[in-house]
């Protein structure tokens, strides 16, 4: 198809779906798994070891240091696989996946290292891991005790906070009329200063285009209900916009 | 346009041979390959041939480190089966069915010059002390982990599986009882002398006058643990093969030297991470641009706010 050639040089994106029920059957029976994990977590955590996992000294790990280690890791490398596909094999179409990767790899890295700590004999000594001079970097363990806990939290959580920041803004801020103050106020601290050439700035640009282009009034606190009255598609429901905008996201149309 | 896999691995190729080839090539040896025997280095000698496997060091061992019965069974008293984490030594009958001489055999930590598990140890809480060449467990640095278990090639430290603040049993040679003057307990119970105490130097000199005075006696003629591991401080003097009495074939290059040289090269100055990094980070520049022009441009066409 014509139009699929003239994707191909472009990066795809995908787009923000907001509104879907998030309590659901399948989300409650997740629940309910993760409070027994926790119940067998609280015995372990009295008992010891031995009784719950069932390793002994001819099994000092067992099947869970592995899979901590393992499994999880190699799910969580999804976020860097796709990146380095998308970014540096520039397979554009991948693009459009980086979001979703970068949370899938950030609730698997911190899964494993909530693991970890289970798994560990002595979790309140891991306090030594914020030492470096205590660290034995002989060790494959501490190496990967050490990359995964700096991984996931300072790229992965930074890369994940756009989406949370995002919705903040635009949909549920109450911190908004305090940002903008504070910001005309540097601004305009910066302007008497010395003015800024008439180049183009990509900052503003993205200010006006974003905020005409939601129909967002200045000032206001945003809701989706509110906003999608306002925006130009003038639908009915909220959730006849995130249909919509949900269509739009899988068929690819955004461009249109 | 778009940039090949060709292409990518060439440039990093071509950038980071030959760093690889320079680090590798102009470092000095690690520390690992050049273990330095520590210099009151204190150990065991058992001779196999002596032992006739009372084990009164078992319980003398039990005695000195105030550990309580093992009644874990059936509640009765009974010697353990194997070491754990209420027992450092003990003594094993090796006793093949052809009819072959059999053996005992005293298993305790063997103090290797370059511990394995002192390498794996994520944040030091096993360490050798450089005087007496003693490997130590410290409790308040220990996560837990069980890499020590893994890693020892003797099998050696064992985990305490029940209980909420678990600790790993490793023979300490009864320091406490070195400070003291006295022996460690097992050697000092000993009624043949089968197992003795004392400087590694001394010992090894023992081992080897005793393989002198008996040339038929000993397997190989051989001292276990003179080179073995790249040295070990416990000895062993045996008529029957080693690795039946659990002592594997090792050679003379220590457990963590053997891994240690091509991981540490890998990492050394973070050299070759770095090369990759960079050359990742080139791309990435390039793939970069116009980009975000881009997205504004779609922003614009669909009133949609478009992601990074």
Same mark, same amino acid.
């Given at each position: 198809m014509n139009s699929e050639a003239k994707n191909d040089s472009r990066w795809e994106r995908a787009v923000p779906v907001y509104g879907f029920p998030v309590v659901t059957r399948a989300f409650l029976v997740l629940v309910a798994l993760t409070l027994l994990a926790l119940l067998l977590t609280g015995y372990r955590e009295l008992a010891g070891l031995g009784p719950v996992s069932g390793m002994n000294d001819a099994f000092g790990w067992g099947i869970w240091k592995t899979f901590n280690v393992m499994v999880l890791t190699a799910l969580g490398s999804g976020a860097f696989a796709v990146g380095i596909a998308a970014?540096?094999?520039? #397979? %554009? %179409?991948?693009?459009?996946l980086m979001r979703m990767a970068l949370l899938t790899s950030f609730l698997a890295y911190a899964c494993g290292l909530m693991l970890l700590g289970i798994d560990a004999g002595k979790p309140w000594n891991f306090y030594w891991i914020v030492f470096p001079w205590k660290w034995n970097m002989h060790s494959p363990l501490a190496e990967v005790a050490i990359c995964m806990s700096i991984y996931a939290m300072i790229p992965l959580a930074v890369e994940n906070l756009p989406p949370v920041l995002e919705r903040l803004w635009y949909f549920d801020s109450r911190l908004r009329p305090g940002v903008e103050k504070a910001e005309r106020r540097i601004l305009a601290h910066r302007r008497v200063g010395r003015p800024r050439p008439g180049r183009y700035s990509a900052h503003r640009h993205h200010r006006r285009t974003v905020r005409s282009g939601y129909g967002i009034e200045r000032g206001r606190t945003p809701r989706l209900s509110q906003s999608h009255k306002r925006s130009s598609d003038g639908t009915g429901s909220a959730r006849n916009f995130v249909f919509r905008v949900a269509t739009e996201a899988v068929l690819g149309l955004v461009e249109t | 346009m778009a940039i090949t896999r060709r292409e990518l691995i060439t440039t990093i190729a071509k950038a980071g041979v030959p760093a690889a080839v320079a680090v590798t090539v102009g470092t000095e040896p690690l520390h690992a390959e050049t273990t330095a025997i520590p210099s009151a280095a204190v150990g065991l000698l058992y001779d196999a041939t002596i032992c006739i496997g009372c084990k009164a060091c078992v319980s003398a061992c039990a005695e000195a480190n105030n550990t309580p019965p093992d009644t874990r069974g059936d509640g009765m008293h009974q010697s353990p089966s194997d070491l754990n984490d209420l027992t450092r030594n003990i003594i094993k009958l090796y006793k093949p069915e052809d009819g072959s001489p059999a053996s005992f055999v005293k298993r305790q930590c063997m103090h290797c010059l370059d511990p394995a598990c002192a390498a794996g140890c994520p944040f030091q809480a096993l360490h050798k002390d450089p005087e007496s060449g003693i490997v130590y467990w410290t409790e308040n640095k220990c996560?837990?982990? #069980?890499y020590c278990t893994i890693t020892c090639p003797y099998h050696v430290p064992r985990f305490q599986w029940v209980g909420y603040n678990p600790r790993v049993t490793k023979c300490e040679l009864c320091s406490h009882r070195l400070e003291k003057g006295l022996k460690p307990g097992c050697t000092s119970v000993c009624p043949t002398g089968a197992v003795i105490f004392g400087p590694r130097t001394v010992l090894l000199m023992e081992a080897k006058r005793r393989i002198k005075e008996n040339p038929d006696r000993y397997f190989e003629n051989k001292v276990y643990g003179e080179t073995d591991n790249g040295g070990t401080q416990s000895l062993y003097l045996s008529h029957v093969p080693f690795e039946k009495l659990g002592l594997p074939e090792l050679g003379e290059e220590s457990v963590p030297a053997r891994t240690l040289r091509w991981q540490r090269r890998f990492y050394q100055y973070f050299a070759l991470p770095a090369v990759l990094y960079v050359g990742l980070v080139q791309v990435i520049r390039k793939s970069l641009k116009g980009h975000e022009q881009e997205a504004h441009d779609r922003e614009k066409q669909t009133g949609l706010r478009a992601q990074l």
């Open positions: 970014w540096v094999f520039r #397979r %554009k %179409k991948l693009h459009a | 996560i837990g982990c #069980r």
